[in-house]
């Protein structure tokens, strides 16, 4: 007979660092913008939609605000107030006590640029990364995601063709990646810090990956090795079917765990963990419409599709009504 781990090395334990999942199904970072409140602050469907994902390996939350500047979208929900830390903590003792574990993802997401930005600016922005991460912890979080994916302000510093800067923010492109990554493992004791980057992001020309881009990034991954991080989350290649090279690259060079992203399934995401190149996978269209993703994999059921109108609105429709598989 073969054990259900051969079949889904998915299935299996896996520690990242101080993370002890108890599978390696991770639920990715996904906006849903459910806040659709003044003090942009969860609510008690939040609790809901996530409580019902706690049997993943390990939640990241949807990108939340650091700061009242870092804002870049509606209805979003922040951690930098007393009132967002006190609704985030109802959030995160139900997962705990449907036995789950959930990280923050931390998020700057708001309009400065690194041309706009004085080193005030820089030295603030990082107080406030410092200051999100310390809520969460507060808020009973077992740990923080850096967000440093797509074309927002980390991604947008540690790009050439987009960070010109003459200072030492831009003749070392990585410093205020790494300087964050400092800041929030502090209240962390130097531990449970995730960062979440996105190497081959093409979504606009000037971030195309190109191959100067690319080895770039493999200089801040051996970099981050010198820094505080629990795990490497990596989106890969956007290719239509997941690009195991892609994220294979980066493996290499990142001594740590790392959670690959982009284009899984159950199949291709038991074969990258099965061949080493990954830790754990992470999954975010699934997880919006399959509660019980892991059950999923673990009976074979089929997956269901979302509906994409609901994604970024809507209150309980397309949140937190898609049934368990029966
Ligand atoms: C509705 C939606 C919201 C997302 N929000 C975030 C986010 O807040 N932070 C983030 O890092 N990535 C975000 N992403 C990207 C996903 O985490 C993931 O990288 C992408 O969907 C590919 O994974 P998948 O193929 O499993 O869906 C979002 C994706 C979707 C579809």
Do not use: C
């Not at 870049?72 to 139900?94: L, M, S």
């Not at 629990?230 to 290719?239: F, V």
């Not at 074969?271 to 009976?299: E, K, M, Q, W």
């Amino acid at each position: 007979m073969t054990d259900i781990t051969t079949r889904h090395a998915l299935l299996e334990p896996v520690d990242l660092r101080d993370f002890h999942l108890p599978n390696r199904v991770v639920m990715a970072p996904i906006t849903r913008a459910r806040a659709a409140n003044d003090l942009l602050v969860p609510t008690e469907l939040h609790a809901a939609y996530y409580g019902q994902r706690a049997s993943a390996g390990l939640i990241v939350t949807e990108g939340t605000w650091i700061s009242e500047r870092s804002i870049g979208f509606v209805d979003v929900p922040g951690i930098y107030r007393a009132e967002q830390v006190t609704a985030w903590r109802r959030v995160t003792d139900v997962v705990h006590a449907l036995g789950g574990r959930i990280v923050q993802q931390l998020w700057h997401g708001g309009p400065e640029t690194p041309a706009g930005m004085s080193a005030a600016d820089i030295k603030a922005t990082i107080a406030d990364f410092a200051a999100a991460a310390e809520n969460a912890r507060r808020a009973g979080f077992d740990g923080v995601e850096v967000h440093a994916v797509g074309q927002f302000l980390l991604p947008q510093f540690l790009n050439a063709k987009v960070n010109r800067r003459t200072d030492g923010y831009g003749s070392a492109r990585g410093k205020l990646l790494y300087e964050v990554v400092d800041a929030v493992a502090e209240p962390w004791d130097g531990r449970r810090v995730g960062v979440r980057l996105s190497p081959y992001w093409s979504t606009t020309e000037n971030f195309a990956p190109d191959e100067e881009t690319l080895t770039a990034y493999d200089e801040y991954v051996t970099t981050l090795n010198d820094h505080p991080v629990a795990y490497l989350h990596l989106r890969g290649r956007e290719t239509g079917s997941p690009d195991f090279a892609s994220i294979d690259r980066y493996r290499r060079q990142f001594d740590g765990p790392l959670i690959a992203n982009l284009g899984f399934d159950r199949e291709s995401a038991n074969a990258v963990v099965a061949a080493g190149i990954a830790d754990a996978v992470s999954f975010a269209t699934h997880y919006i419409a399959n509660p019980d993703l892991v059950a999923r994999f673990a009976l074979d059921r089929e997956l269901a599709s979302g509906d994409p109108a609901t994604y970024y609105r809507g209150g309980a429709g397309g949140y937190v009504d898609y049934p368990e598989s029966r």
